[in-house]
C-alpha cells in the first residue's frame, strides 16, 4: 500500500530499517557495553554504573539463574520492582541467560499478581522487600520455584546501601512483614553468580524477549508476546528516527516512568542505551518536590513521560527554575497530551513536548511526531519506519482520507500474539499482520494521525459521537482547572449525557463558571451536563486517568 507520510519525514530519515542488523536485544547490549563500556549506564539514588559495571552484575544474575537455579532457555522469569538499579541488571541478566521476562507492577494485588503469575508459568520472581509480602500471599498457589528478594539499597555503595534500607524499612515503615521459604537475596545472586560461568545462549528474532502484560484496566490481563524481533525492530525504527538529535555516548535521558511499562523499556532503556546514554531512574517520581530537586542536579538532554507526569512538574515550585539548555527531546506517549500541558511545557523549558502513539502490542511505537517540530501539533504524529497505518470503518473497509476509522497497524514491531490466548489473538491481529488498536483516529493530507479517542469510551448523545479527549482538552484550558476526567452516563432522553470531574487549580473555581467556559467553546451536545469537583482522578501507577473507576464515583 502506498505511505502518504514518508513526504513528511524529516530530513535524512529512511523510510524503512534492516530488521537483520540484531539478532536479538541481548546483542544489542553487547554492542553497547563494547562500545561504552567506561562511560555511564544506569543512575540511581546517585549512584552511577558504568557499562562494564553494568554488564558485570547481569552477567552475575545470569550465571545464577543458569546454574544454581537451573533455568532453562525459555523459561519465564517475572520482575517486580520500582525503577532501581536492580530493575535493568535483572532484565537483562534474565535476558543473557536466554529467559523471558515477565515485567509485574510492583502494586499489583494480590489476585492481579496470582493471575499473571499462573498464567505466565514463571518459574522464578525477582521483586524488591517492599512488595514481597504480595508475592508471599500467593506464591503457594503458582509455578514460581525461586523467589528472590532485593532491598532498596542493595546496589548502592556502603553506607548509603544500609542507610537507605533502614530508612524505607523502619523509619518509612514501607516495608510489610513478610515470610518466605527459602527465599534468595539479591545480594547473593551477584556475589555467587560473579564466581560461576555464564553460558551464551544462542537468540534469534522468532525467540519471545518479554510476556508484557496488557488490559488489565477493562478485563483479565493478556501477555502480549513480544519476540526479540520485535524489541530489535522497535527499537531500531525509533532510533532512526531521532538519530538528527541523539549524539552516540552523551546524551542524559531521565526515565520517570517505570521500567516494567512498555513505553520506558523500549524508548528509554533500549533506544538510549543503543546509544550509549545514561540513564537517570527515577524510583518515587510522584514525590514532584524531589523530582524537581534531582532534575535541577542534572544537564538532562531527554525526557519521556504521560501527560499528566507533565502536568504536574510544571504545576511543582521550582521546575520553571531548572536550567533546559541541554534539553533537546521531550516525548509524550502512553496517553493524549493535552494542549494546554503541551504549550505550558514550551513555554517553560523551550523544548516542544513531541507526541508519540503506541500499545504494548506494538512494543510499543507505531506513530512519532518529527522532533524539529516547533509547536505541539495536536496529532500522533506520522508512522515511523517500516510500519503502515490504516483507518477502517465498521464495515472493515478503508475510510475516507480525513474521516474517522479505527486505527490499524502493521510492522515489525507487531507482537507475536497474546500468550495462550489464541481466539483474543484472533480478534485483534488478521492474519496478514494488521492490528486492530481499538481507537478512532483521523489522517490529514500530509500523513499525520490524530487519535480521537479509544472506541470503548466514546459517547453517544442523541445519536452524536462525543469524545471524552477533546472536552477535557477544553476543559484543562480553562486556567483554573488542574486535571479533568471526562465519562458518559446514561441519560433517558439522549442515551448518553457528558459528565466531567475536574481538579482545581485554583479554589475559587465554581461549576458555573467552568459551565460558562464550556458552552463558549463546545457545541452544545459535547457540553458536560454535570461537573463534578474531586481532589484527585483516579489513574494507573504510569499516570492513566482510569475512566472506569470515574464511573463509580
Request: net charge negative; aromatic share 8%.
Amino acid at each position: 500500500m502506498d505511505r502518504p507520510w514518508l513526504n513528511s519525514y524529516p530530513e535524512g530519515i529512511n523510510a524503512d530499517i534492516d530488521i537483520n542488523k540484531y539478532s536479538s536485544v541481548v546483542e544489542i547490549f553487547e554492542k553497547s557495553v563494547k562500545e561504552f563500556g567506561d562511560k555511564p549506564s544506569f543512575s540511581n539514588f546517585g549512584k552511577v554504573l558504568s557499562y562494564n559495571e553494568f554488564a558485570d552484575a547481569t552477567t552475575a544474575v545470569a550465571a545464577y539463574l543458569q546454574n544454581t537455579l537451573g533455568l532453562q532457555k525459555g523459561d519465564r522469569v517475572a520482575i517486580m520492582m520500582p525503577n532501581l538499579l536492580q530493575n535493568p541488571v535483572s532484565i537483562f541478566g534474565v535476558l543473557r541467560a536466554g529467559l523471558t521476562v515477565v515485567n509485574t507492577n510492583p502494586l499489583y494485588t494480590a489476585r492481579e499478581l496470582r493471575h499473571q503469575l499462573k498464567d505466565s508459568g514463571a518459574k522464578a520472581i525477582i521483586v524488591v522487600e517492599n512488595f514481597a509480602s504480595t508475592v508471599q500471599k500467593v506464591v503457594a498457589d503458582t509455578g514460581i520455584e525461586h523467589v528472590i528478594v532485593t532491598k532498596m539499597g542493595d546496589m548502592l555503595d556502603f553506607p548509603k546501601s544500609l542507610i537507605i534500607n533502614m530508612v524505607v524499612k523502619y523509619i518509612k515503615k514501607m516495608v510489610p512483614n513478610y515470610s518466605i521459604a527459602n527465599a534468595i537475596s539479591f545480594k547473593t545472586v551477584l556475589s555467587e553468580g560473579a564466581q560461576q560461568t555464564l553460558t551464551s545462549i544462542p537468540l534469534n528474532h522468532d525467540d519471545i524477549a518479554f510476556l508484557q502484560y496488557t488490559g488489565g484496566t477493562t478485563g483479565v490481563a493478556k501477555g502480549a508476546m513480544l519476540t526479540h524481533k520485535n524489541m530489535v525492530a522497535n527499537m531500531l525504527q525509533a532510533s532512526e528516527w531521532i538519530k538528527n538529535d541523539v549524539i552516540h555516548g552523551q546524551e542524559i535521558v531521565v526515565t520517570a516512568l517505570p521500567l516494567y511499562h512498555i513505553f520506558s523499556l523500549t524508548a528509554n532503556c533500549l533506544v538510549f542505551m543503543e546509544a550509549g546514554a545514561k540513564n537517570i531512574l527515577i524510583t518515587n517520581p510522584r514525590d514532584f518536590e524531589g523530582f524537581v530537586k534531582e532534575l535541577s542536579s542534572i544537564p538532562f538532554t531527554a525526557i519521556t513521560g504521560v501527560n499528566t507526569l507533565f502536568n504536574a512538574l510544571i504545576n511543582t515550585d521550582g521546575f520553571k527554575n531548572i536550567d533546559f539548555s541541554h534539553l533537546k527531546i521531550t516525548l509524550g506517549g502512553g496517553m493524549s497530551v493535552q494542549p494546554a500541558v503541551a504549550a505550558q511545557w514550551k513555554k517553560i523549558t523551550g523544548c516542544t513536548l513531541v507526541e508519540a502513539f503506541g500499545l504494548t502490542e506494538t512494543s510499543p511505537a507505531a506513530c512519532i511526531n518529527p522532533l524539529d517540530l516547533k509547536e505541539y501539533n495536536g496529532s500522533i504524529g506520522l508512522p515511523i519506519p517500516s510500519t503502515y497505518c490504516k483507518l477502517i470503518g465498521e464495515d472493515g473497509k478503508d475510510v475516507p482520507n480525513g474521516e474517522p476509522g479505527e486505527l490499524c497497524i502493521k510492522g515489525p514491531q507487531v507482537m507475536l500474539g497474546y500468550w495462550n490466548l489464541p481466539d483474543e489473538t484472533t480478534n485483534v491481529l488478521s492474519a496478514d499482520g494488521w492490528l486492530r488498536t481499538g481507537d478512532v483516529a483521523k489522517m490529514d493530507d500530509n500523513g499525520f494521525f490524530y487519535i480521537v479517542d479509544r472506541i470503548k469510551d466514546m459517547i453517544l448523545v442523541s445519536g452524536f459521537n462525543v469524545y471524552p479527549n477533546e472536552i477535557e482538552n477544553v476543559i484543562v484550558e480553562h486556567e483554573g482547572v488542574l486535571e479533568c476526567g471526562v465519562i458518559g452516563v446514561p441519560d433517558d432522553k439522549r442515551g448518553e449525557a457528558v459528565k466531567a470531574f475536574v481538579v482545581k487549580k485554583d479554589d475559587s473555581l465554581t461549576e458555573a463558571e467552568l459551565m460558562a467556559h464550556c458552552k463558549e467553546n463546545l457545541t452544545g451536545y459535547k457540553t458536560p451536563d454535570k461537573i463534578v469537583f474531586i481532589q484527585e482522578l483516579p489513574k494507573t501507577n504510569v499516570g492513566k486517568v482510569l475512566r472506569r473507576e470515574l464511573r463509580s464515583l
